[in-house]
Every structure is written in structure tokens, then in C-alpha cells.
């Protein structure tokens, strides 16, 4: 692990800010980090507003958007919501559909299959469209680049609206409305919405028409936060609002969907990292393991014991795709080893058998053993897919894209993309990828980095502290938990492995001249145990959370890294 402190502010605007907030110097440092500097910023911070929310018709062709719905209503056309199968792509789905059948009766849902159809919008979807008069589909969380589908579409007769947050290509569809902050010739204040929030804007503007008031669009905020948390997407601006208030509704009254998926598990209040792990790993079963269409059911039924239902079988899609994914990772880590490929500056890995639901997970899988960026491929039809993600500070988007020579079609994010290619394709690209990532990377981000927000003593961890440290959640890109640094720290004597195979490292730490000691948990550092032995002196990067144990309650230092 690399360590890396971060640059400190401005001495000044610490100070300014520290005065006018009254609160400890860490914490003004951690604010102004995040750019948040002067009192009005930082009670938007503290305290978001929905009344801070962007006009969603100053999204490029949101008008367009309302009038063909509003025109469709009108008409009693049969409109199509289409979605992607992932988290982001069935939540928009179940949030469009569920306000628009508020208002007319005529609304369907279409997931494409993962397997015959693949990402983003399909010519199975429109031609089902077409066999079953509907006029007027609507994608979320896909079709920016769905060019010579939406045209083909437009010579049968069907109107498009697309509700992307993906980077459009050079051309844009001849849709009726393509709704997408990253257009370059959008104005929208906020370029980093998830789908489901681009999802949301839409149901914002058409609220709007209606004479509603944000407060009427809160109760679908749960699939929002859902959306932002599983997406990763940046949670600043107004990501921060709509995960704010959408963690509101799932810890207090979730649809019952999300309320079943919870009543499985035993956690009184979520956070958006337990979103992350909780729920959004079971809608996202559905699609990998069986279809999207599951997911949609589930969080648009209304019924509780229904819902009940269809969680534990959505759950148990899940325990699938556990173990499916723990064997894949396994059979490519041998794949890599038996192709003495450890050295190389990528990973790519092949085989046909592989299940292309999992694919995602087991790249992200293997970039924790092999820190650099990985591909996952198996065969899908006649042609090969893959998963790829990056590390921290490299652009795999850029890198696809110097290697499109031998790609079919390609999309998705800086850290994350899919693919497609042809069989007899695969070895070129591998050595095309390996190249392009040779010349192009930084090797010092092949060594995965800490970054810490400060270097602090014990006794700074105060109850008061952690108290307003707790309120810069939601944390996430943008806004990550806070890491700190402390050195000079030593173990009480009481510090051992735990846990059933004994990987974990406990301990208590203390700091000379310093009255504060905190039990510190570390995952997976049992190998760490001699480090801190025998009275060593050692310093630790970590977070701060909260310890529940037989109803008390207490702090503990989240390890992250140890050195002596």
C-alpha cells in the first residue's frame, strides 16, 4: 500500500472556517478538503435541502421529453419503459413506470435478457414493441449510443425517449428527446447523476406539469439512493441531496420491496455502504443469475407478503452468484498462473464457459490480487463479452477506445466498461491492451494507495468529534469516509487474531503521553500480529466508526494499513 496525505488547505480559510462554525481544526480541514470553505457551503453540506435541487428543465430536451409523454397520455399510446439489468438500469425502471401509471394505464416494463440481448437497448426489445403496438419507449440507464437502433425504430412507426447518464459517442440518436447530462451541448448545472436520477428528473419535470411539489416525488427517493450507492457514482452536489433523503426513506418507510430485502438481514439503520452490500447485491442477482424482470417486480410490488416472496428467491439468486463467482475467480487466477502472466501490466482472461452474469464481479475480484487493470471475457452467442475495470487513476474508457481496431462495440465509465468482439479478435486485443496500458499508465498506480485526510493524535477523537465527523455521511466518490493517520501507537498487550480462521487482527491502541485508548479492528491483518507485539511501536491509517456491542455502544478505529 501506498500512503498518501493529503495536501493540507489553506491555513486561512481553515481558520475562517473553524471560527464560524465553532468546531475542531480537523474538521474544518476535512471541509474545506471537499471545497466546502465558507459558512453558507457547509450548511448546504450539514443540512441538504430538496428546495436545492436543480430545475430539471434545464436539462437539454426535457421539454421534448414531457410534451411526447404528456401527447402519449393524451392518446392513450402504449409506452414501453425500458431499462438496463443492472441496479441502476431496474430501479429507473420501477421509478418511471410506478409514477407513470399514477397517471395513465397504459405503461409497460422491458429488461433486456442479459444473455440473447445483452447491454442497452436491443432490436428484440423494439421489434416486441412493435409486435404489441406500443409507440413510444422510453430507455434508462441506456441508449446515448443506440444510434442505428433508434432509427431503425423510427422506420416502424416508434418514437424514442432516451434517459442516459453514459458518455455519448460523436453523434447523437435521431430520438425525440435524448435526456443526458454529459451531452456536450447540455447546460444541466450537474453532470454526474446516475440513471435512476436522470430517471427522477424526468418524473420531476412531469410532476411539475402535474402542479406537484418536490415533496410529492419523495417516496420514490429510496430507489434513488439505491441507484446512486450501487452505481458509484460521485455523492457531492445533488447526488448528496437525493442519497440524503433516499436513505431517510429506506430507514424509515421503504417500499416494500426494498423493506423485504431488508427484513432479511439484521441492521436497524443503513448506511449507503450497507446499501452497497445489502441490497443492491440482490436486485443485481436477479439479472445476472436469471432476468431484470425479477428485480422490477420486486420493488414496484405493493403487496408485503408478495414482496416477502419474491425477496427470497431473488435472495437466493444471490447465494448463486456467490459461489459462481467464487469459482470463476478461482479457475482465472490458475488461468493467469498457468500463462505466466503475474508480471504483465494487465489482466485478461478468457473462457467460455464462464457465466456472464458474474463476469463484472470476478474482474473486480481479481484486481485484488493483481492490482491493475483487468477484462474478463466468456462467450456470449457467437461473440466474446467482457467486464473490465480499472485501478484508481487510470482511464480504461481511453484505453478501449486506442484499441477499438479490434472491438465490436464498447461503452461505460472511466473505471468500469463492457465489450464485445469476435472470437478470432481476442489475442490481438489482448496484446493491443497490454500495449496501449504499457505505454499509457502511471506505474505507480499499479500499487494500490491510501489516501489520508490527516495525520491526528488519539486524544483528538473526542464524542463530539465523531458526533459531527458521523454527519458527512453519505460517503462515497467525492466525499469518501475520512482516513487518518496516527504514529507513535502501542498495543495494550491484548492484541491477537480473531475470527473463525483467524485473519483478523484486534487490538487496543495507545499513544504515549496521550490519554485516549480505542480497540482497533483490522480485516484481514492477522499477518500483522507481530508488528504490533511485544510492546512495538507502530502507526496505523484508519477510520472511525462505531462498535454495538450487547446494547453499548463505543468508537473503534477501523485498520485500513499498519507499518512498524
Known amino acids: 500500500m501506498r500512503w498518501t496525505l493529503k495536501p493540507k488547505p489553506s491555513k486561512e480559510k481553515v481558520e475562517a472556517l473553524q471560527k464560524a462554525l465553532q468546531i475542531d481544526a480537523v474538521l474544518a480541514s476535512l471541509l474545506v478538503q471537499r471545497g466546502i470553505d465558507n459558512f453558507e457551503a457547509a450548511k448546504k453540506f450539514f443540512r ?28 392513450k399510446e402504449n409506452i414501453l419503459v425500458y431499462g438496463d439489468y443492472d441496479v441502476d438500469g431496474t430501479t429507473s425502471v420501477a421509478l418511471l413506470s410506478s409514477y407513470l401509471k399514477t397517471k395513465h394505464h397504459l405503461v409497460y416494463t422491458y429488461i433486456p435478457n442479459r444473455y440473447d440481448e445483452g447491454y442497452g437497448v436491443s432490436y428484440k426489445g423494439i421489434n416486441f414493441a412493435l409486435e404489441n403496438d406500443f409507440s413510444l419507449i422510453i430507455t434508462l440507464d441506456c441508449g446515448v449510443k443506440a444510434i442505428e437502433k433508434v432509427a431503425y425504430a423510427k422506420k416502424q412507426g416508434i418514437d424514442f425517449i432516451i434517459c442516459d447518464h453514459h458518455r455519448p459517442g460523436d453523434n447523437i ?34 410532476a411539475i406539469r402535474d402542479g406537484k411539489t418536490i415533496d410529492d416525488l419523495v417516496e420514490y427517493l429510496d430507489l434513488v439512493a439505491t441507484a446512486i450507492g450501487a452505481d458509484i457514482v460521485p455523492i457531492d452536489g445533488e447526488n448528496r441531496i437525493l442519497a440524503y433523503f433516499g436513505l431517510m426513506v429506506i430507514n424509515t418507510k421503504p417500499r416494500p420491496g426494498i423493506q423485504a430485502i431488508l427484513d432479511q438481514v439484521e ?21 445476472r443469475m436469471k432476468h431484470g424482470n425479477y428485480a422490477v417486480t420486486l420493488l414496484t410490488e405493493e403487496e408485503p407478503q408478495m414482496a416477502a416472496n419474491y425477496a427470497l428467491e431473488i435472495n437466493n439468486y444471490n447465494l448463486d452468484r456467490r459461489e459462481t463467482d467464487r469459482q470463476i475467480t478461482e479457475e482465472a487466477l490458475q488461468q493467469i498462473e498457468d500463462q505466466k502472466e503475474q508480471n504483465r501490466l494487465t489482466t485478461v482472461v478468457y473462457h467460455e464457459d464462464w457465466h456472464k452474469g458474474v463476469i463484472g464481479i470476478v474482474a473486480s475480484r481479481l484486481t485484488e490480487t493483481y492490482y491493475r487493470p483487468t477484462l474478463v471475457f466468456t462467450k456470449s452467442g457467437n461473440k466474446l463479452a467482457a467486464s473490465a475495470r480499472s485501478v484508481k487513476g487510470f482511464d480504461i474508457y ?20 463492457g465489450l464485445t468482439l469476435e472470437k478470432e479478435n481476442y489475442e490481438a486485443f489482448k496484446q493491443a491492451f497490454e500495449d496501449e496500458v504499457t505505454k499509457t499508465i502511471d506505474r505507480n498506480l499499479l500499487t494500490p494507495e491510501i489516501k489520508i485526510d490527516a495525520q491526528i493524535t ?17 460517503y462515497g466518490p467525492s466525499n469518501m469516509t475520512p482516513v487518518f493517520m496516527t504514529d507513535d501507537l502501542m498495543d495494550t498487550g491484548y492484541g491477537k487474531c480473531v475470527g473463525a480462521d483467524k485473519t483478523h487482527l484486534r487490538l487496543t491502541a495507545t499513544q504515549p503521553n496521550a490519554a485516549g485508548r480505542f480497540v482497533c479492528i483490522g480485516f484481514g491483518m492477522g499477518d500483522k500480529i507481530e508488528m504490533i507485539s511485544n510492546g512495538n511501536l507502530f502507526k496505523a491509517v484508519y477510520s472511525i466508526d462505531e462498535n454495538e456491542w450487547q446494547g453499548h455502544v463505543s468508537l473503534q478505529l477501523k485498520l485500513r494499513d499498519l507499518k512498524a
Open 458 to 474: 488519539l486524544d483528538t477523537i473526542t464524542p463530539k468529534f465523531y458526533r459531527i465527523l458521523k454527519q458527512f455521511a453519505p
Open 48 to 75: 441538504p435541502s430538496l428546495e436545492d435541487l436543480h430545475d430539471p428543465f434545464l436539462m437539454k430536451d426535457m421539454d421534448k421529453a414531457v410534451a411526447r409523454i404528456e401527447k402519449a397520455i393524451a392518446n
Open 173 to 206: 440518436p435521431e430520438a425525440v428527446a435524448v435526456l443526458d447530462p454529459k451531452r456536450q451541448d447540455c447546460q444541466y448545472p450537474y453532470k454526474e447523476l446516475c440513471g435512476c436520477g436522470v430517471g427522477f428528473k424526468l418524473v420531476q419535470a412531469l
Open 398 to 417: 481511453n484505453a478501449l477506445e486506442a484499441c477499438k481496431a479490434h472491438i465490436e462495440q464498447f461503452g461505460g465509465h472511466k473505471y468500469a466498461a
Open 267 to 287: 441492521k436497524k439503520e443503513l448506511t449507503i455502504t450497507d446499501v452497497v452490500f445489502i441490497v443492491a447485491p440482490r436486485i443485481n442477482a436477479a439479472g
